[in-house]
Every structure is written in structure tokens, then in C-alpha cells.
């Protein structure tokens, strides 16, 4: 079997509403983690706060600094995560856009 050359992982925070709970994880594939936040089977933590709403994204080649990023951002202040959202997504937009939408997200 062929090994691919690149793969696709992902960093990303997930909220309920704006400046709501906060969820950080990586995944090698934000399309069924989504699925999964948004019908509640992704974590005990996620159901019970509901949070379906893809507010940023951060995409890596590997692993290792894909989890290392998650864990810096993990210990990062409430409010420095809150900034790093605004910064590219001022109104806290759900990024989510499922796999053969033509809906922009």
C-alpha cells in the first residue's frame, strides 16, 4: 500500500455561543469530529455544554505539532484564546462546512 506524503491534521476550538465555553482539540479528520460535536457523541464534556460551533481552525502536516499546538493553546489565559478567535473570526462565525456542501460556511 502507498503511503501518503501528506496528511491533514487539524487544531481547532469549538463553542457553544460567542465567548461561551471553550473546546480545544486536534483531529485527524474535522469532519466526522464535527459530526460528531453536533450530534453530542464527540465527549461527555462537549454534549453537556453543546458545543456544535467551529469558531477557529489551525491545519498541520504532522501530528506532533498538531498536538503540541493543541497543548499550547490548552494552557494559554481564557482571554489570549478569545483574541486569537477575533483575530480572524471577529464574529464568531461557525466555520463548519460539511463534506459536499456548496454552502459557504
Not at 466526522?32 to 464534556?45: C, L, V
Not at 489565559?77 to 466555520?95: A, V
Request: proline residues 5%.
Amino acid at each position: 500500500m502507498p503511503q501518503r506524503t501528506y496528511h491533514n491534521y487539524t487544531v481547532y476550538i469549538s463553542t457553544n455561543k460567542p465567548k461561551g465555553v471553550l473546546y480545544i482539540g486536534v483531529t485527524g479528520g474535522i469532519d466526522d469530529r464535527m459530526e460528531r460535536h453536533i450530534k453530542g457523541k464527540a465527549s461527555q464534556f462537549t454534549s453537556k455544554y453543546k458545543l456544535k460551533r467551529l469558531v477557529y481552525v489551525e491545519e498541520f502536516q504532522y501530528i506532533e505539532d498538531a498536538i503540541a499546538r493543541e497543548k499550547q493553546l490548552k494552557n494559554w489565559h481564557r482571554q489570549w484564546k478569545i483574541n486569537l478567535i477575533e483575530q480572524d473570526n471577529p464574529e464568531w462565525k461557525d466555520l463548519y462546512k460539511p463534506l459536499g456542501s456548496d454552502l459557504d460556511p
